[in-house]
């Protein structure tokens, strides 16, 4: 129940219940290696208690390798809320979260993800201080977004560069599942640089915003994954690599803002297998948590903030450096690098 087979363990899960509130939370804390367990809070519903807790696992366990890899003093951790049927008290939820948060007393520090906002941090921040991603008036702060997006783009441009040549991204056909927070600023960057975009979202209006502002070709969202293009970008849900998705793709280069993209460690080969280079999410999406961080040790200045985040494509050559070497896959070779970082950082 604790574990999943192709995982280390983790150091501590707290599973918390307040039936006033209706509030069913897992915190996994996977490592504090490096130090407190650092990873955002997502509200979903679950279909049941095991899904959230499966969830949690994995996320955390994604959170100890980027926070690794981009070099922060922080461990990884993540915390699920199983989302209430019905109705619920939204501030009543998060104040039940936040005294479970409290009480790993610094062990674990959230902040907002999928389900969760700002709004719901700051209710959080009036219960413990563990707790980041909230703008304040006159300091650095707020939406990781656009860090996140930015730290995917220079990653896209050093793949580009390393793997297909391409000295800049003029005309560059990048597909990009996903318009959200992420995926649009990255669509805005990619755009400023000359590439062609093609797009799929649920919401017909963003991809539609997308055709009108950066002449996006629009495709269906079961397209896609399957569209000839040079660069992939998944910025939408995990799992959008897999058994059924690999085998269509027709791309040379993955390089994406979305969690855990891999279904299964092994789609790590079978893109390998295919000739396509998967430029793994936990290294290229850092550019959030980078802001996040910063913004925690209350170190936030912009132009410090995005020359870190643009050190991620250092990393990327450094990668795809080392597999020249190792002859691993990038998702093995990364996996291996992280686990070597997970030590307390000098
Ligand atoms: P978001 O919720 O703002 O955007 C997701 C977008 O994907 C939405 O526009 C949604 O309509 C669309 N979508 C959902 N299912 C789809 C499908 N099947 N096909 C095409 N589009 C679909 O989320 P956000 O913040 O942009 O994050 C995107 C991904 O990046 C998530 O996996 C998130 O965990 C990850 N991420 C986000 C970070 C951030 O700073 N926001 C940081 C690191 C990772």
């Known amino acids: 129940f604790f574990g999943l087979p192709h995982q280390a363990p983790h150091e501590r899960v707290l599973i918390a219940a307040d039936a006033a509130s209706g509030l069913r939370t897992m915190i996994a804390v996977h490592s504090t290696a490096r130090g407190p367990a650092f990873g955002g809070c997502r509200l979903w519903a679950y279909e049941n208690d095991l899904a959230a807790h499966h969830d949690a696992l994995r996320l955390s366990q994604g959170m100890s390798m980027k926070n690794a890899l981009a070099g922060l003093p922080f461990g990884g951790g993540k915390a699920v809320i199983v989302k209430p049927k019905g109705d619920f008290d939204r501030a009543a939820l998060f104040a039940a979260f936040a005294r479970a948060v409290d009480s790993l007393q610094g062990a674990y520090i959230t902040a907002e993800d999928v389900g969760t906002t700002t709004a719901d941090m700051r209710g959080v921040q009036a219960l413990t201080q563990y707790v980041s991603g909230i703008p304040r008036e006159g300091a650095f702060g707020g939406d990781p977004s656009p860090k996140t997006a930015w730290g995917v783009f ?3 441009q050093a793949g580009a560069k390393m793997v ?4 800049d991204l003029q005309g560059l056909k990048v597909a990009i599942q996903g318009l959200g927070a992420v995926g649009w600023h990255l669509a805005e960057f990619l ?4 590439a062609q975009l093609i797009v799929a979202d649920i919401d017909p209006a963003k991809t539609a915003k997308a055709q009108a502002q950066f002449g996006a070709t629009v495709v269906g969202v079961e397209q896609i994954l399957a ?5 992939l970008a998944p910025c939408a849900l995990g799992a959008s690599l897999n058994a059924t998705s690999i085998p269509a ?6 390089c994406g803002a979305a969690n855990n993209q891999l279904a299964l460690p092994a789609d790590g080969d079978a893109l390998a297998k295919q000739g396509i280079t998967y ?6 999406n850092a550019g959030g948590i980078i802001s ?4 925690y040790r209350n170190e936030g200045e912009e132009g410090a903030v995005m020359a870190e985040v643009s050190r991620i494509a250092e990393r990327v050559d450094e990668l795809l450096a080392r597999i020249k070497t190792s002859g691993r896959t990038p ?15 000098a």
């Open 154 to 156: 220079v990653s896209i």
């Open 164 to 167: 297909l040549g391409r000295s």
């Open 191 to 194: 755009h400023k640089a000359g």
């Open 227 to 231: 569209v000839p293009c040079d660069v």
């Open 249 to 254: 793709l027709q791309t040379k280069l993955i």
């Open 279 to 284: 430029l793994p999410d936990y290294l290229v």
């Open 292 to 295: 996040v961080a910063r913004e």
């Open 331 to 345: 998702a093995a070779e990364a996996d291996a690098w992280a686990q070597s970082l997970l030590v307390k950082p």
